[in-house]
């Protein structure tokens, strides 16, 4: 069975301060993908990012970059020089093949000035 | 550039009524997910269809179900509804064409449906 933990439910910072946001997953599949979704106080679910189970490549874009090792079966999320924008809700989210995401749990992530 | 688009944004209904939920897909995107989230909680699967027909299913109550037209629009049609079913119901589409791949799912702005 598939799981996604994100294990902080709730970070605050400062603005300027990075910021890494965590995810462990579970599968038994060797094909698999893995996002990020934000959720801004509007409600609305924002993709972010995707991965797949033979990319272990690190990507950047902008202030957000994302590690994954699947040796820990991990997918984090820093978002550098964080700002006010940034506070969210963000979901980490993981899908076998041709099966719908799965979700965790979330992080709230509040962004004071 | 053209997203999914759900309707109603907002819907209030008494406790036994019925509602419905309609989505509209990005154009050229096979697969339509439908989610269920509660008040502070993450987004739950309830169905999802691909080429019209039920792909995978959820945790889907029996007094909901759903379908996808020939114009790949989708409606979740809920009755008998209880309190409990006040959330934002989510629907998501994506192009899974015929590779095994999962590309990622759009979602819509979402409905929020209060039962009072």
């Known amino acids: 069975a598939q799981k996604v933990t994100q294990a902080q439910t709730e970070i605050s910072v400062v603005e300027k301060e990075d910021v890494t946001l965590d995810c462990v997953y579970e599968t038994r599949d060797t094909t698999y993908y893995l996002f990020w979704y934000k959720q801004p106080p509007s409600g609305e679910l924002v993709f972010l990012i995707r991965?797949?189970?033979?990319?272990?490549q690190n990507e950047i874009s902008g202030r957000y970059s994302w590690n994954f090792q699947k040796s820990t079966s991990s997918f984090n999320f820093t978002i550098t020089a964080s700002q006010v924008v940034d506070s969210a809700v963000y979901f980490c989210a993981l899908s076998e093949v041709r099966t719908a995401l799965i979700f965790g749990k979330g992080t709230t992530l509040s962004v004071s000035s | 550039a053209a997203g999914v688009i759900q309707s109603p944004r907002h819907l209030i209904k008494e406790k036994r009524e019925t509602a419905t939920l309609k989505c509209y897909p990005i154009p050229r995107h096979d697969t339509v997910y439908w989610y269920q989230q509660g008040p502070g909680q993450d987004p739950q699967f309830l169905i999802s269809f691909y080429e019209k027909m039920q792909s995978d299913k959820g945790s889907i109550p029996d007094r909901f179900s759903a379908q996808q037209f020939s114009d790949y629009h989708s409606e979740l049609n809920m009755s008998s509804l209880e309190l409990g079913d006040s959330a934002l119901y989510f629907c998501?589409?994506?192009?899974?064409?015929?590779?095994?791949?999962?590309?990622?799912?759009?979602f819509g702005q979402g409905t929020r449906l209060t039962v009072v």
């Open positions: 991965r797949n189970s033979f990319d272990e």
């Open positions: 998501a589409s994506s192009r899974q064409g015929r590779s095994s791949a999962n590309t990622e799912a759009f």
